[in-house]
Protein backbone atom coordinates (compact mmCIF):
# COMPACT_ATOMS: atom_id res chain seq x y z
CA UNK A 1 0.00 0.00 0.00
CA UNK A 2 1.41 3.35 -1.02
CA UNK A 3 0.67 6.80 0.51
CA UNK A 4 1.42 9.98 -0.60
CA UNK A 5 2.44 12.36 2.23
CA UNK A 6 1.97 15.90 1.24
CA UNK A 7 2.60 18.03 4.33
CA UNK A 8 1.84 21.59 2.67
CA UNK A 9 2.66 24.74 4.41
CA UNK A 10 2.52 25.96 8.22
CA UNK A 11 0.83 23.71 10.77
CA UNK A 12 0.39 21.08 7.83
CA UNK A 13 3.79 19.46 8.08
CA UNK A 14 4.14 19.47 11.54
CA UNK A 15 0.49 18.00 12.14
CA UNK A 16 1.06 14.99 9.53
CA UNK A 17 4.26 13.86 10.73
CA UNK A 18 2.07 13.01 14.03
CA UNK A 19 -0.23 10.75 11.77
CA UNK A 20 2.76 9.27 9.98
CA UNK A 21 3.82 8.18 13.39
CA UNK A 22 0.40 6.39 14.07
CA UNK A 23 0.49 4.53 10.76
CA UNK A 24 4.27 4.08 11.24
CA UNK A 25 3.17 2.07 14.68
CA UNK A 26 -0.20 0.21 12.99
CA UNK A 27 2.86 -1.16 10.56
CA UNK A 28 4.71 -2.31 13.57
CA UNK A 29 2.32 -5.45 13.38
CA UNK A 30 0.06 -5.38 11.06
CA UNK A 31 -0.46 -3.69 6.95
CA UNK A 32 3.09 -2.42 5.72
CA UNK A 33 2.75 0.98 3.86
CA UNK A 34 5.13 2.52 1.57
CA UNK A 35 5.42 6.36 2.50
CA UNK A 36 6.45 9.14 -0.05
CA UNK A 37 6.55 12.60 0.81
CA UNK A 38 6.16 15.34 -1.74
CA UNK A 39 6.29 19.35 -1.61
CA UNK A 40 3.08 20.84 -1.91
CA UNK A 41 1.47 24.73 -1.87
CA UNK A 42 3.52 27.54 -0.78
CA UNK A 43 6.56 25.24 0.06
CA UNK A 44 6.37 24.03 -3.44
CA UNK A 45 6.00 27.14 -4.95
CA UNK A 46 9.08 28.49 -3.23
CA UNK A 47 11.07 25.76 -4.07
CA UNK A 48 10.28 24.83 -7.53
CA UNK A 49 7.45 27.86 -9.21
CA UNK A 50 4.48 25.97 -8.84
CA UNK A 51 2.03 25.18 -5.94
CA UNK A 52 1.01 21.63 -7.32
CA UNK A 53 4.27 20.53 -8.90
CA UNK A 54 3.77 17.97 -11.55
CA UNK A 55 5.62 15.40 -10.13
CA UNK A 56 3.79 16.01 -7.16
CA UNK A 57 0.43 15.60 -8.67
CA UNK A 58 1.12 12.40 -10.11
CA UNK A 59 2.38 10.80 -7.02
CA UNK A 60 -1.05 11.51 -5.48
CA UNK A 61 -2.51 10.31 -8.45
CA UNK A 62 -0.68 6.97 -8.15
CA UNK A 63 -0.62 6.07 -4.84
CA UNK A 64 -3.42 4.17 -3.32
CA UNK A 65 -4.09 7.17 -0.57
CA UNK A 66 -3.04 10.54 0.00
CA UNK A 67 -2.39 12.08 3.27
CA UNK A 68 -2.76 16.01 3.49
CA UNK A 69 -1.76 18.68 5.61
CA UNK A 70 -2.85 22.23 4.67
CA UNK A 71 -2.12 24.50 1.89
CA UNK A 72 -1.59 28.01 1.87
CA UNK A 73 -1.23 30.93 4.15
CA UNK A 74 -2.50 34.25 4.68
CA UNK A 75 0.47 35.91 2.31
CA UNK A 76 -0.09 33.83 -0.55
CA UNK A 77 -3.98 34.04 -0.13
CA UNK A 78 -3.96 37.30 -2.15
CA UNK A 79 -1.94 36.03 -4.97
CA UNK A 80 -3.29 35.22 -8.20
CA UNK A 81 -4.01 31.65 -8.59
CA UNK A 82 -1.21 29.92 -9.99
CA UNK A 83 1.27 31.48 -7.19
CA UNK A 84 -1.33 30.86 -4.49
CA UNK A 85 -0.18 27.77 -2.31
CA UNK A 86 -4.22 26.96 -1.26
CA UNK A 87 -4.92 26.52 -4.84
CA UNK A 88 -2.85 23.65 -5.29
CA UNK A 89 -5.52 21.56 -3.07
CA UNK A 90 -8.74 23.16 -5.52
CA UNK A 91 -6.58 21.88 -8.69
CA UNK A 92 -5.66 18.30 -6.66
CA UNK A 93 -9.35 17.65 -6.10
CA UNK A 94 -10.88 18.83 -9.78
CA UNK A 95 -7.87 16.67 -11.18
CA UNK A 96 -8.12 13.52 -9.64
CA UNK A 97 -12.54 14.25 -9.67
CA UNK A 98 -12.81 13.65 -5.42
CA UNK A 99 -16.35 14.71 -5.50
CA UNK A 100 -17.09 13.58 -2.12
CA UNK A 101 -16.25 15.13 0.52
CA UNK A 102 -17.18 13.27 4.27
CA UNK A 103 -16.94 15.40 7.41
CA UNK A 104 -17.42 13.39 10.45
CA UNK A 105 -18.28 14.91 13.52
CA UNK A 106 -18.82 13.08 16.72
CA UNK A 107 -19.16 13.67 20.80
CA UNK A 108 -15.77 12.62 22.56
CA UNK A 109 -17.02 11.94 25.93
CA UNK A 110 -13.57 12.48 27.18
CA UNK A 111 -13.68 16.18 25.97
CA UNK A 112 -17.53 17.67 26.75
CA UNK A 113 -15.71 20.07 29.06
CA UNK A 114 -13.98 21.61 25.76
CA UNK A 115 -16.77 22.63 24.27
CA UNK A 116 -19.03 25.70 24.39
CA UNK A 117 -22.07 23.84 24.19
CA UNK A 118 -24.86 22.41 26.51
CA UNK A 119 -23.75 18.71 27.45
CA UNK A 120 -27.51 17.44 26.61
CA UNK A 121 -27.35 18.73 23.14
CA UNK A 122 -23.69 17.04 22.34
CA UNK A 123 -24.29 13.82 24.03
CA UNK A 124 -24.97 10.79 21.38
CA UNK A 125 -23.82 13.29 18.75
CA UNK A 126 -22.35 11.49 15.77
CA UNK A 127 -23.03 12.36 11.83
CA UNK A 128 -21.27 12.85 8.70
CA UNK A 129 -21.77 15.56 6.10
CA UNK A 130 -21.02 14.75 3.06
CA UNK A 131 -20.33 17.75 0.92
CA UNK A 132 -20.46 17.70 -3.17
CA UNK A 133 -16.76 19.28 -3.64
CA UNK A 134 -16.29 19.58 -7.06
CA UNK A 135 -19.51 21.32 -8.77
CA UNK A 136 -22.29 24.39 -7.36
CA UNK A 137 -21.87 27.83 -7.53
CA UNK A 138 -17.49 27.71 -6.76
CA UNK A 139 -17.39 26.43 -10.43
CA UNK A 140 -20.31 27.25 -12.67
CA UNK A 141 -20.26 29.73 -15.52
CA UNK A 142 -20.84 32.36 -16.18
CA UNK A 143 -18.77 34.21 -13.22
CA UNK A 144 -17.24 37.26 -13.16
CA UNK A 145 -17.48 41.13 -12.16
CA UNK A 146 -19.00 42.84 -15.37
CA UNK A 147 -20.09 46.53 -15.71
CA UNK A 148 -23.87 46.62 -16.42
CA UNK A 149 -25.90 50.14 -16.70
CA UNK A 150 -22.95 52.01 -15.08
CA UNK A 151 -22.17 50.31 -12.24
CA UNK A 152 -19.84 46.79 -11.32
CA UNK A 153 -22.29 43.46 -10.96
CA UNK A 154 -20.78 40.39 -9.31
CA UNK A 155 -22.41 37.10 -11.10
CA UNK A 156 -21.58 33.57 -10.20
CA UNK A 157 -23.70 30.60 -11.22
CA UNK A 158 -24.93 27.76 -9.10
CA UNK A 159 -25.50 24.55 -11.57
CA UNK A 160 -25.25 21.02 -11.30
CA UNK A 161 -25.94 18.29 -14.16
CA UNK A 162 -28.05 15.23 -12.56
CA UNK A 163 -25.00 12.81 -12.96
CA UNK A 164 -23.43 15.38 -10.33
CA UNK A 165 -26.51 14.64 -8.41
CA UNK A 166 -26.66 11.49 -8.71
CA UNK A 167 -23.22 10.05 -8.13
CA UNK A 168 -23.24 12.13 -4.93
CA UNK A 169 -26.45 10.72 -3.32
CA UNK A 170 -25.36 7.60 -4.29
CA UNK A 171 -22.22 7.89 -1.91
CA UNK A 172 -24.76 9.36 0.34
CA UNK A 173 -26.65 6.25 0.60
CA UNK A 174 -23.97 3.97 0.91
CA UNK A 175 -22.52 5.79 4.09
CA UNK A 176 -26.14 5.97 5.66
CA UNK A 177 -26.65 2.02 5.09
CA UNK A 178 -22.95 1.79 6.77
CA UNK A 179 -23.83 3.54 9.81
CA UNK A 180 -27.21 4.85 11.48
CA UNK A 181 -29.59 4.68 7.50
CA UNK A 182 -30.87 7.76 8.25
CA UNK A 183 -29.56 10.19 5.23
CA UNK A 184 -31.15 13.96 5.54
CA UNK A 185 -30.38 15.68 1.90
CA UNK A 186 -30.27 19.38 2.30
CA UNK A 187 -31.20 22.24 -0.89
CA UNK A 188 -33.56 25.15 -1.20
CA UNK A 189 -35.85 24.15 -3.55
CA UNK A 190 -37.87 26.67 -2.40
CA UNK A 191 -36.28 28.99 -4.24
CA UNK A 192 -33.50 27.96 -6.61
CA UNK A 193 -34.05 25.30 -9.82
CA UNK A 194 -30.86 23.69 -8.95
CA UNK A 195 -31.82 22.69 -5.62
CA UNK A 196 -35.32 21.54 -7.09
CA UNK A 197 -33.46 19.42 -9.37
CA UNK A 198 -31.08 18.07 -6.45
CA UNK A 199 -33.90 16.87 -4.38
CA UNK A 200 -35.90 14.71 -7.48
CA UNK A 201 -32.65 12.86 -8.37
CA UNK A 202 -31.77 12.53 -4.64
CA UNK A 203 -35.33 11.04 -4.35
CA UNK A 204 -34.74 8.78 -7.98
CA UNK A 205 -31.81 7.71 -6.24
CA UNK A 206 -33.40 7.09 -3.24
CA UNK A 207 -35.97 4.38 -4.30
CA UNK A 208 -32.59 2.08 -5.00
CA UNK A 209 -31.85 2.34 -1.02
CA UNK A 210 -35.63 1.22 0.07
CA UNK A 211 -33.43 0.53 3.65
CA UNK A 212 -32.27 3.93 4.68
CA UNK A 213 -34.74 6.45 5.35
CA UNK A 214 -34.72 9.81 3.53
CA UNK A 215 -35.53 12.73 4.58
CA UNK A 216 -34.89 16.61 3.09
CA UNK A 217 -34.63 20.06 4.38
CA UNK A 218 -34.28 23.57 3.46
CA UNK A 219 -30.64 24.84 4.20
CA UNK A 220 -31.79 27.69 6.73
CA UNK A 221 -33.54 24.56 8.81
CA UNK A 222 -30.56 22.24 8.42
CA UNK A 223 -28.35 25.54 10.00
CA UNK A 224 -31.27 25.43 13.01
CA UNK A 225 -31.23 22.01 13.65
CA UNK A 226 -27.92 21.23 13.49
CA UNK A 227 -27.28 23.23 16.58
CA UNK A 228 -30.39 22.40 18.42
CA UNK A 229 -30.84 18.54 18.14
CA UNK A 230 -27.23 17.40 16.62
CA UNK A 231 -27.94 13.85 17.71
CA UNK A 232 -30.90 13.29 14.84
CA UNK A 233 -28.66 13.40 12.31
CA UNK A 234 -27.06 10.57 10.58
CA UNK A 235 -25.83 11.39 7.03
CA UNK A 236 -26.37 14.71 5.91
CA UNK A 237 -25.90 14.95 1.79
CA UNK A 238 -25.81 18.47 0.13
CA UNK A 239 -23.82 20.61 -2.28
CA UNK A 240 -20.36 22.92 -2.16
CA UNK A 241 -21.44 25.92 -0.92
CA UNK A 242 -24.27 24.80 1.76
CA UNK A 243 -21.82 21.97 3.10
CA UNK A 244 -19.01 24.27 3.33
CA UNK A 245 -20.74 26.47 5.45
CA UNK A 246 -22.41 23.65 7.53
CA UNK A 247 -19.54 21.49 7.97
CA UNK A 248 -17.64 24.48 9.51
CA UNK A 249 -20.89 24.72 11.57
CA UNK A 250 -21.11 21.48 12.61
CA UNK A 251 -17.44 21.37 13.61
CA UNK A 252 -17.49 23.64 16.43
CA UNK A 253 -20.17 20.99 18.37
CA UNK A 254 -17.48 19.24 19.40
CA UNK A 255 -14.75 21.97 20.68
CA UNK A 256 -11.73 22.33 18.29
CA UNK A 257 -11.23 22.26 14.37
CA UNK A 258 -7.96 20.63 15.61
CA UNK A 259 -10.32 17.38 16.28
CA UNK A 260 -11.93 17.31 13.01
CA UNK A 261 -10.48 15.05 10.32
CA UNK A 262 -12.32 14.53 6.39
CA UNK A 263 -11.91 12.61 3.59
CA UNK A 264 -12.28 13.51 -0.07
CA UNK A 265 -13.12 10.96 -2.57
CA UNK A 266 -13.86 9.79 -6.30
CA UNK A 267 -15.06 6.84 -8.15
CA UNK A 268 -12.58 4.67 -7.73
CA UNK A 269 -12.72 5.42 -4.18
CA UNK A 270 -9.17 6.58 -4.12
CA UNK A 271 -9.33 9.67 -0.98
CA UNK A 272 -7.22 12.47 0.09
CA UNK A 273 -7.28 12.57 3.96
CA UNK A 274 -6.98 16.01 5.57
CA UNK A 275 -7.41 17.85 8.47
CA UNK A 276 -10.44 20.41 8.64
CA UNK A 277 -8.44 23.03 9.81
CA UNK A 278 -5.76 25.19 7.49
CA UNK A 279 -2.32 25.81 7.82
CA UNK A 280 -3.15 27.95 11.21
CA UNK A 281 -0.06 30.80 10.65
CA UNK A 282 -0.53 31.92 13.96
CA UNK A 283 0.53 29.39 15.32
CA UNK A 284 2.72 27.48 12.98
CA UNK A 285 6.19 26.43 14.14
CA UNK A 286 5.76 26.13 18.33
CA UNK A 287 4.74 22.69 18.94
CA UNK A 288 1.32 23.84 19.94
CA UNK A 289 -1.02 22.21 17.48
CA UNK A 290 -3.23 19.93 18.48
CA UNK A 291 -2.25 16.33 15.85
CA UNK A 292 -5.60 14.69 16.49
CA UNK A 293 -7.54 15.43 13.14
CA UNK A 294 -4.33 14.36 11.05
CA UNK A 295 -4.07 11.67 13.10
CA UNK A 296 -8.04 10.66 13.04
CA UNK A 297 -8.04 11.12 9.32
CA UNK A 298 -5.19 8.79 8.85
CA UNK A 299 -7.57 6.43 10.60
CA UNK A 300 -10.45 7.04 8.09
CA UNK A 301 -8.18 6.63 5.39
CA UNK A 302 -7.02 3.57 6.48
CA UNK A 303 -10.94 2.38 6.46
CA UNK A 304 -12.21 4.28 3.48
CA UNK A 305 -8.97 3.73 1.10
CA UNK A 306 -6.99 1.06 2.34
CA UNK A 307 -9.14 -1.76 3.38
CA UNK A 308 -7.81 -1.84 7.02
CA UNK A 309 -10.71 -1.21 9.60
CA UNK A 310 -8.69 -2.96 12.74
CA UNK A 311 -5.97 -0.45 12.08
CA UNK A 312 -8.22 2.49 11.74
CA UNK A 313 -9.89 1.49 15.06
CA UNK A 314 -6.85 0.99 16.70
CA UNK A 315 -6.09 4.22 16.14
CA UNK A 316 -9.38 6.11 17.35
CA UNK A 317 -9.20 4.31 20.61
CA UNK A 318 -5.34 4.92 21.09
CA UNK A 319 -6.61 8.55 20.60
CA UNK A 320 -9.74 8.03 23.00
CA UNK A 321 -7.60 6.42 25.75
CA UNK A 322 -4.48 9.41 25.37
CA UNK A 323 -7.82 12.04 26.44
CA UNK A 324 -9.63 9.72 28.95
CA UNK A 325 -5.66 9.78 30.12
CA UNK A 326 -6.28 13.59 30.70
CA UNK A 327 -3.42 14.52 28.21
CA UNK A 328 -4.56 17.73 25.65
CA UNK A 329 -2.91 20.20 23.62
CA UNK A 330 -3.50 23.73 24.26
CA UNK A 331 -6.93 24.22 22.33
CA UNK A 332 -8.80 21.56 24.24
CA UNK A 333 -6.76 22.06 27.89
CA UNK A 334 -9.51 21.60 30.56
CA UNK A 335 -8.33 22.44 34.24
CA UNK A 336 -6.81 19.52 35.60
CA UNK A 337 -5.60 17.77 32.67
CA UNK A 338 -2.39 17.37 31.27
CA UNK A 339 -0.84 20.15 28.29
CA UNK A 340 0.78 18.14 25.71
CA UNK A 341 2.67 19.76 22.56
CA UNK A 342 2.01 18.51 19.24
CA UNK A 343 4.93 15.87 19.01
CA UNK A 344 4.60 14.70 22.60
CA UNK A 345 0.26 13.95 21.64
CA UNK A 346 1.91 12.62 18.20
CA UNK A 347 4.32 10.13 20.56
CA UNK A 348 2.04 9.16 23.36
CA UNK A 349 -1.10 8.19 20.76
CA UNK A 350 1.63 6.59 18.99
CA UNK A 351 2.55 4.46 22.13
CA UNK A 352 -1.07 3.83 22.75
P1 LIG B 1 -7.22 27.67 10.14
O1 LIG B 1 -8.06 26.45 10.19
O2 LIG B 1 -5.83 27.50 9.66
O3 LIG B 1 -7.16 28.34 11.60
C1 LIG B 1 -8.32 28.83 12.26
C2 LIG B 1 -8.05 28.96 13.77
O4 LIG B 1 -8.02 27.64 14.33
C3 LIG B 1 -6.69 29.58 14.07
O5 LIG B 1 -6.80 30.37 15.21
C4 LIG B 1 -5.80 28.38 14.34
O6 LIG B 1 -4.73 28.66 15.20
C5 LIG B 1 -6.77 27.38 14.93
N1 LIG B 1 -6.37 26.01 14.59
C6 LIG B 1 -6.48 25.43 13.36
N2 LIG B 1 -6.00 24.20 13.38
C7 LIG B 1 -5.58 23.97 14.65
C8 LIG B 1 -4.97 22.85 15.31
N3 LIG B 1 -4.68 21.71 14.66
N4 LIG B 1 -4.66 22.99 16.60
C9 LIG B 1 -4.93 24.12 17.28
N5 LIG B 1 -5.50 25.19 16.73
C10 LIG B 1 -5.83 25.13 15.41
O7 LIG B 1 -8.01 28.69 9.23
P2 LIG B 1 -7.58 30.17 8.76
O8 LIG B 1 -6.83 30.84 9.84
O9 LIG B 1 -8.82 30.76 8.24
O10 LIG B 1 -6.62 29.95 7.51
C11 LIG B 1 -5.20 29.91 7.59
C12 LIG B 1 -4.64 29.54 6.23
O11 LIG B 1 -4.97 28.19 5.93
C13 LIG B 1 -5.18 30.40 5.09
O12 LIG B 1 -4.13 30.71 4.21
C14 LIG B 1 -6.19 29.50 4.41
O13 LIG B 1 -6.34 29.80 3.04
C15 LIG B 1 -5.57 28.13 4.63
N6 LIG B 1 -6.56 27.05 4.65
C16 LIG B 1 -6.20 25.86 4.08
C17 LIG B 1 -7.05 24.79 4.13
C18 LIG B 1 -6.61 23.51 3.53
O14 LIG B 1 -5.46 23.36 3.16
N7 LIG B 1 -7.49 22.53 3.42
C19 LIG B 1 -8.38 24.87 4.77
C20 LIG B 1 -8.63 26.16 5.41
C21 LIG B 1 -7.75 27.18 5.33
MG1 LIG C 1 -14.46 25.97 4.77
Not at 281 to 305: E, F, V
Request: aromatic residues 6%; proline residues 5%; negative net charge.
Amino acid sequence: MHIAVLGGDGIGPEVTAQAVKALRAVAANGPQFEMTEAKIGDAAFDAEGDPLPERTAQLAERADAILFGAAGTFDSDLRPPEQRGGHALLRLRKRMDLFANFRPVFAIPELAGASTLRRDVLKNVDLVVLRELTGDIYFGQPRGIHVEGGERVGINTMRYTESEIRRVAHAGFQAARARKKKLCSVDKANVLETMVLWREVVTEVGREYPDVELSHLYVDAAAMLLIRKPADFDVIVTGNIFGDILSDAAAMLTGSLGMLPSASINAEGKGLYEPVHGSAPDIAGRDIANPLASILSAAMMLRQSLGQPEGAARIERAVRRVLAEGYRTADIMEDGAHLLGTEAMGDAVAKE
